[in-house]
């Protein structure tokens, strides 16, 4: 079965300070990865996802993502954080083959101040 | 497109109550399931529906039940409601294939409470 691990369960930063959120996940399977975001009072909305091919990927609101198969590692990044990033970030996993069922991590809350 | 809907935005119980949630899209997605997020917890799958007509159990089906009543709609009944089902209720769809294949996309959410 699979497991997403998010360790940190808040990350507070400064405007226009480089943030990393960081995902851990086991499994015995090739995996789809996944990072979500969730603004105060909404549904969660899909940031990036890692289907396959190149391990760097891009995704909105300038952030991006490295999966790192040796690591079991999937860390969310972005170069300069705006107070508006200031939400919970989720990352999921799913196995990369049949149906899909994500499995989540506990989330990540980013506090960004000015 | 309104994406995925959820009525009610917002229930209060009394235990032992019963309620029904819904939740509809209108994106031709096949599949559709329900989560329940909780603090420190995150989201936790509680039914899915692979297709219409099929349903099955996720994580933490206990005390709930659920009907694809067609393509568009997938309801989450509570029979008789607990303190312990206190939480944020979210629905979602994806497509199986084709253009943001495993993209799932998520409702806004029901925030209900059990007293």
């Known amino acids: 079965a699979q497991s997403v691990t998010q360790l940190d369960s808040q990350v507070p930063v400064f405007e226009e300070a480089p943030v990393e959120l960081r995902c851990n996940y086991s499994?015995?399977?090739?995996?789809?990865l996944f990072w979500y975001v969730q603004y105060p009072n909404q549904g969660l909305q899909l940031l990036l996802k890692?289907?396959?091919?190149?391990?760097l990927v891009k995704g909105i609101n300038g952030f991006e993502a490295e999966f790192n198969k040796s690591q079991t590692s999937f860390h969310l990044r972005k170069p300069s954080v705006h107070i508006s990033d200031t939400a919970e970030y989720f990352c999921?996993?799913?196995?990369?083959?049949?149906?899909?069922?994500?499995?989540f991590g506990t989330g990540t809350r980013l506090l960004v101040s000015p | 497109n309104a994406g995925v809907t959820q009525t009610p935005k917002f229930q209060v119980l009394k235990t032992g109550q019963s309620m029904t949630l819904q939740c509809a899209q209108d994106?031709?997605?096949?599949?559709m399931y329900w989560y329940r997020q909780d603090p420190g917890m995150g989201l936790r799958l509680i039914y899915y529906?692979?297709?219409?007509?099929?349903?099955d159990k996720g994580e933490v089906p206990n005390g709930y039940n659920v009907s694809r009543l067609n393509k568009r709609e997938f309801s989450l009944r509570l029979e008789s409601a607990a303190p312990s089902q206190t939480s944020v209720y979210f629905c979602?769809?994806?497509?199986?294939?084709?253009?943001?294949?495993?993209?799932?996309?998520f409702g806004p959410g029901t925030r209900l409470t059990v007293l």
């Open positions: 999921a996993v799913s196995e990369g083959t049949g149906f899909q069922k994500l499995v």
């Open positions: 499994s015995s399977v090739s995996v789809y």
């Open positions: 529906s692979a297709s219409e007509g099929t349903t």
């Open positions: 890692y289907l396959s091919g190149s391990t």
């Open positions: 994106m031709n997605h096949n599949s």
């Open positions: 979602a769809s994806t497509r199986e294939a084709g253009e943001n294949y495993n993209e799932q996309f």
